[in-house]
């Protein structure tokens, strides 16, 4: 299996897919604080770390345990 570096930024459609999240229910986890944070690479673009998100899915994993 091919490692990903965990500094790799995801934009928000790359996130949705990885995660199974339509877009618009992405961006509304986001609204209410239950996903991290974007960072803002660009005036109006936003992207998120590979590793935040795969900690943020290791965690929903851990909650259903």
């Known amino acids: 299996m091919e490692q ?3 500094n790799r930024l995801l934009r928000a459609k790359q ?3 990885l995660t199974g ?3 618009s229910t992405f961006y509304s986890h986001i609204r209410q604080g ?3 944070k ?3 690479t660009g005036p109006n673009t936003v992207a998120w770390r590979y590793g935040d998100i795969v ?3 290791n965690s929903l ?3 259903a345990r």
């Open 4 to 6: 990903i570096d965990p």
């Open 15 to 17: 996130v949705a897919d």
């Open 21 to 23: 999240l339509s877009v």
């Open 34 to 36: 239950k996903f991290p």
């Open 38 to 40: 974007p960072l803002q």
């Open 55 to 57: 900690g943020w899915i």
């Open 61 to 63: 994993q851990e909650v």
